[in-house]
């Protein structure tokens, strides 16, 4: 399921990982894992943040994708499901059957 990932660090921690030179590494690293069709980053309500979007296999995965940032950055993240226009159309189509 196409999922949004939201990001957001705790700036003494991210200072932390920055100033040991870590925070590329982190970051290729958790998004090499993550294969991301996107990945953005800016400030997020006056923090470090961004959102990553990517194929979430199951939900199981949330505890181990989370659980890095949860570490490393004292991040607050969250996960949603997400569609393109074209999910919309199918969801709208009377005919429209989920798979079982």
Known sequence: MRT???????TDKANEVIL????????QSRLAVLKPEAAYFWTL???RGGFV???LKEPAQIPSIAEPFFQELGA???????????????GLDPGY???A
């Open 45 to 47: 309500n006056g923090k």
């Open 97 to 99: 059957a989920p798979p």
């Open 20 to 27: 040991a030179k870590r925070l590329q590494e982190f970051m």
């Open 53 to 55: 979007v990517f194929d």
């Open 4 to 10: 949004i990932m939201t990001v957001s660090m705790d």
């Open 76 to 90: 607050e993240v969250s996960f949603s499901p997400v569609m393109v226009p074209e999910d919309i159309g199918k």
